[in-house]
């Protein structure tokens, strides 16, 4: 029995898995720069911004009159008081490509004094992420009270709903803080991905889609473990909702593009696909299809952290992961240790 029920995931695995290929082939073409030709300029004029850490005590305070119009946001929500190598590298290159504006990491775990590699980022702040003020009292409560919810929670469900409160919130871009960006995304105006994932969200706290997301997320019933759920189901739903849609048309995203959602192709943040992600952290493959193919579009580099995490990276190597790291945070890749 248990056998026989195994059947139905092993066929929608590897559809999807063929589904991915046949997607990424498809694009690959259209990428066919080199990755040092990849510009780092930043955007835009220059703002007074404070760096100084700042406790939050309040929702008030927390959320103080600046323009989030350019603002980019990260979260991090397993509770650790520092960030990894890794997750710092994503951070300096963000606050480097957008240097003009607030880049700003909520974390769980940040106990309110910050660490010394912050200082030479300027536009960067980090904050305590409140859970209970974020959630409790919204309409997001139902989930955040859920059973088990809190109690044993789930960082990626925590993570699904923070974002999307915190675009309630304030808006801006919230990015993944396994993405290292290569140059400015603040080019996309408000914005979602074509798959309607969530990993990269442009939109203010008055967007309509952004009330829809919000509205389905409030209305779900929570189920641990299912991990599209708070995420691209909520999205898929949300869209097809304003748009009127029917069902899964093939022409669905150009019916959502009528209804006036603007899509960002994937491969802009995630320019190489999850299935060969292995191969970007180890030097003994041949790397130059992707040094090649990488990356006419691309602003941002997605390294997908829950595949990747547990792959040690070898300073001195020539593996793709290095050579963006050495790229695109050289102040923090200065201090990586030589495995980090
Ligand atoms: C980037 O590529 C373009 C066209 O492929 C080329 O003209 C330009 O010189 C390159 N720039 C750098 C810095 O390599
Ligand atoms: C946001 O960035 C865009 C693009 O760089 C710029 O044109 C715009 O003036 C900025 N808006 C604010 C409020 O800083
Ligand atoms: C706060 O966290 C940092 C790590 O980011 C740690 O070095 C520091 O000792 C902590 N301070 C207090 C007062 O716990
Ligand atoms: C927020 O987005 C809406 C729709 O995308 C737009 O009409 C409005 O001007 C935006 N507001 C700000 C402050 O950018
Ligand atoms: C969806 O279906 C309804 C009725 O079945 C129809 O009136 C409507 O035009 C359809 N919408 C689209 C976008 O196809
Ligand atoms: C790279 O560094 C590791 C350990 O730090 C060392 O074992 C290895 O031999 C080095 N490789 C090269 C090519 O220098």
Known sequence: ?????????????????????????????????????????????????????????????????????????????????????????????????????PVIVYMTGFNGTRSP????????????????????NTHLEKVYTAKGFREKPVIEHVADLSRIA???????????????????????????????????????ETSPLLAKFYEKLGDVAYKRGDYTLLGSKIIRQAVKEMCHLNNTAANFKTAAELCHINFVDDKVFEPVAWFEFKKLFSKDVDLSKFRSNIMKK?????????????????????????????????????????KY
């Not at 590699?117 to 003020?133: H, Q, S, V």
């Not at 871009?173 to 969200?201: P, T």
């Open 298 to 338: 691309a602003v941002a580099f997605h390294f997908a952290g829950h595949v990747t995490n547990n792959i040690p990276v070898f300073k001195n190597s020539s593996s793709l992961f290095n050579e963006i790291a050495k790229k695109y945070c050289p102040i923090m890749f200065r201090n990586f240790p030589s």
């Open 1 to 101: 029995m248990a056998v026989v029920k195994r059947w139905p995931i092993l066929i929608i695995v590897s559809m999807m898995f063929f589904i991915s290929c046949i997607y990424y082939s498809k694009f690959e073409s259209e990428f066919v720069t080199d990755l040092h030709n990849i510009s780092t300029a930043s955007e835009g004029p220059a703002t007074e911004l404070s760096g100084k850490a700042t406790i939050q005590k309040s929702q008030d305070a927390a959320f103080p009159a600046i323009s989030y119009v350019n603002a980019t946001f990260f979260i991090e929500v397993s509770g650790k008081p520092d960030l990894s190598y890794r997750q710092k590298c994503a951070v300096e290159a963000a606050a480097t490509a957008h240097s003009n504006y």
């Open 117 to 136: 590699w912050t200082k030479p980022f300027k536009n960067m702040e980090i904050r305590t992420l409140n859970l209970d003020e974020l959630f409790l």
């Open 166 to 204: 915190l675009l309630k919130k304030h808006g801006g871009l919230y990015l993944d803080i396994d993405m290292i960006l290569m140059k400015s995304a603040l080019v996309f105006e408000s914005f979602i991905l074509k798959n309607q994932g969530n990993g990269v969200l442009r939109l203010n």
